[in-house]
């Protein structure tokens, strides 16, 4: 920092507890580092898109959640870096789902509670992407996976919106599995299609000629 | 450096729909390379002294992680819990998941352990796309020459080949895997050309091509029954056999607790990544906060052989301004798609798909010369007239860029309405470990994958050939450390190349003060000032 901007009058906040003196500007993730406040190894890309720093954030009464590398300091802000999220409770591989027919059963099976929304908008209110959380979910319980998914196209993976759901939903892993079996089922580019063809009979000559 | 405009006056002085001379003709790019290109800054490059490339150039600071002294010796070995695996990947990045994919779809057990959360990496950043030769009349033997002549034909044609050859299939498995590509309405993939390609070859998710592949291989791996992870566990040293000649697992840290263990295995595949947060040369990067060339260092410790290790590539356009996304991308892609460079007299200089090494230069050239733009934090940069872009297709940043417009829009920042303030950002490491097509390196046991494995881009790389270097070469190196001779595991695991390299050190006179790996950039420690420019 130059010498003219740090005659700015510091923020103070806390991280994780511990007070800490920052310069204007700076987010959270920088101010934990610039303050002195114990290693966190939560960060990772810093520009918002790996969905590591999980931060919870108080600001007087209004508490929320955000990512630390894109939220700046306040006066008076608490910031606390959340752990990781826990394992994931959904299991499938995408090679166990052969049939295109059975997908909506299976979705089902996989992640039981989506059907189970209560509407509360907890996770949309969490997400740090302004996704439509809340409706990707009810478009991929209904089995319109390809819109479900492309609501989804932003999501940084932080399950931030997990951690909200009072019915343990997942969205965010509803959304991936929406965006995979999309792509599973359905992406079949004719150009890539034909290219691929056009290599396999390469090949096969050179076999048949050697 | 003579001094440019303001931010402010140019932002003033700014007009989407000013007159535009045509961009001045290119007489010498060499001279221009060697004059601007930050790799041919005075006093950037020393000559190693030790390990299989000494008397190599070397860009200094990379030399000094070379050659310095391991965390660990075998004291620190004593106690430590041991864990047997068939193939150890280290690294959890897009070539780290591809080579564990890969290896646990032919039946081997694999452990993947990285140093921060699976997925952490800089493939998650990826914008633009990834190269295949899918179009009607664009070919596999097109797209080697592209990445043979950007690269200044130092790249290995074996390597290139093998490559080239890998894109339609490598596009199917990850469709396979469940990634989305954008379609064109008749539902072919939407393809783009971009600096140094002769045919639009660029294959994407949006400008999210990255995020897109990441999470869908993370969920891929965490989801595969024969995978296991270990997140915030970073490798502090290799272990090899008693002669300290073949590679036989690595000893891990936690970031958690502070301990070590140990895994014994056949194959170690490094997928490590670059070394943008070296900062090399004072630059900002656009790379994650683990990027700091672990991978390299474990490997030349142990003999492998590198290459181009005084060859970077600082990306064209990397943001000045908002200061907290400083040094992060913009995407070639927009550049690609019309948007041009301007100075800070509105004028174009570099016709804007030249290869990158070429485009940034001229950039540094221009800021140097006094036609940059300042900002009050000491940032200096161009302008990427991206309301021009908009303009004359209105609509394309919102459909085609959603990313370059939400990582700015809560600070204010609209690129449809001003222009984006850009300077050249450390982002790729064109070198690294020297691998041949199965991405086996000089060692026994030792793979590398990815951006820390080298030979393919030369000495520039273009757009879209990482993402595809580091899914094909990850497979491949997954395949074959699947396929490796089963000796039963090894039967001995010592720090004997630890002790070699520490002979070498002393007989060469060098200090065995500094450590490396490097882990962590210092400025992540608690009470160390933030690095800045």
Same mark, same amino acid.
């Given at each position: 920092?130059?010498?003219?901007?740090?005659?700015?009058?510091?923020?103070?906040?806390?991280?994780?507890?511990?007070? $800490?003196? @920052?310069?204007?500007?700076?987010?959270?993730?920088?101010?934990? /580092?610039?303050?002195?406040?114990?290693?966190?190894?939560?960060?990772?890309?810093?520009?918002?898109?790996?969905?590591?720093?999980?931060?919870? $954030?108080?600001?007087?009464?209004?508490?929320?959640?955000?990512?630390?590398?894109?939220?700046?300091?306040?006066?008076?802000?608490?910031?606390?870096?959340? %752990?990781?999220?826990?394992?994931?409770?959904?299991?499938?591989?995408?090679?166990?789902?052969?049939?295109? /027919?059975?997908?909506? @059963?299976?979705?089902?099976?996989?992640?039981?509670?989506?059907?189970?929304?209560?509407?509360?908008?907890?996770?949309?209110?969490?997400?740090?992407?302004?996704? =439509? $959380?809340?409706?990707? $979910?009810?478009?991929?319980? @209904?089995?319109?996976?390809?819109?479900?998914?492309?609501?989804?196209?932003?999501?940084?993976?932080?399950?931030?919106?997990?951690?909200?759901?009072?019915?343990?939903?997942? %969205?965010?892993?509803?959304?991936?599995?929406?965006?995979?079996? =999309?792509?599973?089922?359905?992406?079949?580019?004719?150009?890539?299609?034909?290219?691929?063809?056009?290599?396999?009979?390469?090949? @096969?000559?050179?076999?048949?000629? %050697? | 450096?003579?001094?440019?405009?303001?931010?402010?006056?140019?932002?003033?002085?700014?007009?989407?729909? *000013?007159?535009?001379?045509?961009?001045?003709?290119?007489?010498?790019?060499?001279?221009?390379?060697?004059?601007?290109?930050?790799?041919?800054?005075?006093?950037?490059?020393?000559?190693?002294?030790?390990?299989?490339?000494?008397?190599?150039?070397?860009?200094?600071?990379?030399?000094?992680?070379?050659? *310095?002294?391991?965390?660990?010796?075998?004291?620190?070995?004593?106690?430590?819990?041991?864990?047997?695996?068939?193939?150890?990947?280290?690294?959890?990045? !897009?070539?780290?998941?591809?080579?564990?994919? #890969? *290896?646990?779809?032919?039946?081997?057990?694999?452990?993947?352990?990285?140093?921060?959360?699976?997925?952490?990496?800089?493939?998650?950043?990826?914008?633009?796309?990834?190269?295949?030769?899918?179009?009607?009349?664009?070919?596999?033997?097109?797209?080697?020459?592209?990445?043979?002549?950007?690269?200044?034909?130092?790249?290995?044609?074996?390597?290139?080949?093998?490559?080239?050859?890998?894109?339609?299939?490598?596009?199917?498995?990850?469709?396979?895997?469940?990634?989305?590509?954008?379609?064109?309405?008749?539902?072919?993939?939407?393809?783009?050309?971009?600096?140094?390609?002769?045919?639009?070859?660029?294959?994407?998710?949006?400008?999210?091509?990255?995020?897109?592949?990441?999470?869908?291989?993370?969920?891929?791996?965490?989801?595969?029954?024969?995978?296991?992870?270990?997140?915030?566990?970073?490798?502090?040293?290799? &272990?090899?056999?008693?002669?300290?000649?073949?590679?036989?697992?690595?000893?891990?840290?936690?970031?958690?607790?502070?301990?070590?263990?140990?895994?014994?295995?056949?194959?170690?595949?490094?997928?490590?990544?670059? &070394?943008?947060?070296?900062?090399?040369?004072?630059?900002?990067?656009?790379?994650?906060?683990?990027?700091?060339?672990?991978?390299?260092?474990?490997?030349?410790?142990?003999?492998?052989?590198?290459?181009?290790?005084?060859?970077?590539?600082?990306?064209?356009?990397?943001?000045?301004?908002?200061?907290?996304?400083?040094?992060?991308?913009?995407?070639?892609?927009?550049?690609?798609?019309?948007?041009?460079? &301007?100075?800070?007299?509105?004028?174009?200089?570099?016709?804007?798909?030249?290869?990158?090494?070429?485009?940034?230069?001229?950039?540094?050239?221009?800021?140097?010369?006094?036609?940059?733009?300042?900002?009050?934090?000491? !940032?200096?940069?161009?302008?990427?007239?991206?309301?021009?872009?908009?303009?004359?297709?209105?609509?394309?940043?919102?459909?085609?860029?959603?990313?370059? &417009?939400?990582?700015?829009?809560?600070?204010?920042?609209?690129?449809?309405?001003?222009?984006?303030?850009?300077?050249?950002?450390?982002?790729?490491?064109?070198?690294?470990?020297?691998?041949?097509?199965?991405? #086996?390196?000089?060692?026994?046991?030792?793979?590398?994958?990815?951006?820390?494995?080298?030979?393919?881009?030369?000495?520039?790389?273009?757009?879209?050939?990482?993402?595809?270097?580091?899914?094909?070469?990850?497979?491949?190196?997954?395949?074959?450390?699947?396929?490796?001779?089963?000796?039963?595991?090894?039967?001995?695991?010592?720090?004997?190349?630890?002790?070699? #390299?520490?002979?070498?050190?002393?007989?060469?006179?060098?200090?065995?003060?500094?450590?490396?790996?490097?882990?962590?950039?210092?400025?992540?420690?608690?009470?160390?000032?933030?690095?800045?420019?």
């Amino acid at each position: 920092m130059t010498e003219t901007s740090r005659n700015i009058p510091a923020v103070e906040l806390l991280i994780n507890g511990i007070p $800490v003196r @920052a310069e204007p500007q700076m987010t959270i993730v920088e101010a934990a /580092w610039a303050g002195g406040v114990p290693r966190i190894t939560g960060v990772g890309c810093l520009e918002g898109v790996c969905g590591s720093c999980r931060i919870l $954030v108080r600001r007087g009464k209004e508490v929320n959640v955000a990512l630390g590398c894109e939220t700046f300091v306040e006066p008076g802000m608490e910031a606390l870096f959340l %752990p990781a999220p826990a394992a994931d409770r959904h299991q499938y591989q995408l090679t166990d789902l052969s049939d295109g /027919w059975d997908i909506q @059963a299976r979705f089902h099976e996989i992640f039981p509670e989506a059907s189970r929304c209560r509407h509360c908008h907890g996770c949309v209110k969490s997400c740090p992407k302004g996704i =439509t $959380v809340e409706d990707g $979910v009810a478009l991929a319980a @209904a089995g319109h996976f390809r819109e479900a998914g492309e609501a989804f196209l932003e999501c940084v993976m932080c399950e931030l919106c997990d951690s909200a759901c009072p019915e343990q939903i997942a %969205p965010a892993h509803v959304g991936l599995f929406s965006r995979r079996i =999309t792509a599973f089922f359905h992406l079949r580019p004719p150009n890539l299609i034909h290219k691929l063809e056009e290599i396999r009979k390469e090949q @096969a000559d050179k076999k048949e000629q %050697p | 450096m003579k001094r440019g405009l303001t931010l402010q006056a140019a932002l003033a002085a700014y007009r989407p729909d *000013a007159e535009l001379a045509p961009v001045p003709e290119l007489n010498d790019p060499d001279t221009l390379l060697n004059s601007y290109h930050p790799d041919h800054l005075r006093g950037s490059m020393t000559k190693l002294t030790i390990g299989p490339n000494a008397g190599a150039d070397c860009q200094r600071e990379l030399a000094d992680l070379l050659q *310095a002294e391991a965390f660990i010796d075998e004291a620190d070995l004593a106690g430590a819990q041991v864990t047997d695996t068939d193939v150890l990947v280290v690294g959890g990045g !897009g070539a780290g998941c591809a080579a564990a994919l #890969a *290896a646990a779809e032919r039946g081997a057990r694999v452990l993947l352990v990285t140093k921060l959360r699976l997925g952490d990496s800089n493939t998650v950043m990826a914008e633009g796309g990834i190269q295949a030769a899918i179009e009607p009349g664009d070919t596999a033997q097109q797209h080697m020459q592209d990445t043979l002549r950007a690269g200044h034909h130092a790249g290995d044609p074996a390597l290139v080949a093998a490559m080239v050859g890998d894109g339609p299939e490598v596009i199917r498995w990850l469709i396979h895997q469940g990634m989305q590509f954008d379609q064109t309405a008749s539902g072919d993939l939407h393809t783009r050309k971009a600096g140094g390609m002769t045919a639009p070859r660029i294959v994407h998710c949006r400008d999210y091509t990255g995020l897109e592949m990441m999470r869908v291989l993370r969920e891929s791996v965490k989801q595969h029954r024969g995978i296991e992870v270990w997140d915030q566990s970073p490798v502090v040293e290799l &272990l090899s056999n008693e002669r300290g000649q073949k590679c036989v697992g690595a000893v891990l840290g936690s970031l958690t607790d502070g301990s070590m263990r140990i895994v014994r295995t056949r194959s170690v595949i490094l997928a490590t990544g670059g &070394l943008g947060r070296l900062h090399l040369n004072g630059f900002p990067t656009s790379n994650h906060i683990g990027a700091t060339g672990d991978g390299l260092v474990l490997a030349y410790r142990m003999g492998a052989r590198l290459c181009e290790l005084d060859s970077f590539q600082y990306h064209p356009t990397g943001l000045v301004h908002p200061p907290h996304l400083y040094g992060k991308l913009v995407t070639e892609g927009v550049r690609a798609a019309g948007a041009f460079l &301007l100075n800070a007299h509105g004028q174009r200089f570099i016709d804007e798909l030249q290869p990158r090494d070429i485009v940034s230069a001229a950039i540094i050239r221009e800021c140097r010369e006094g036609r940059g733009i300042h900002t009050d934090t000491g !940032g200096v940069g161009v302008w990427l007239d991206t309301p021009r872009l908009e303009r004359s297709q209105p609509g394309l940043l919102e459909q085609q860029f959603p990313k370059l &417009l939400t990582r700015t829009r809560h600070v204010g920042i609209d690129p449809r309405r001003e222009p984006v303030l850009v300077h050249p950002t450390l982002h790729y490491q064109n070198g690294g470990v020297v691998i041949d097509v199965d991405g #086996a390196t000089a060692v026994p046991g030792l793979y590398a994958a990815g951006e820390v494995a080298g030979g393919i881009h030369g000495r520039n790389r273009i757009m879209g050939n990482a993402l595809l270097d580091i899914i094909g070469f990850g497979r491949r190196a997954g395949i074959a450390a699947a396929a490796a001779e089963h000796d039963r595991g090894p039967k001995k695991i010592t720090l004997e190349h630890v002790n070699r #390299a520490r002979r070498d050190l002393t007989l060469a006179g060098l200090p065995l003060t500094q450590r490396a790996p490097r882990i962590l950039p210092a400025y992540t420690a608690a009470g160390k000032d933030i690095w800045k420019p």
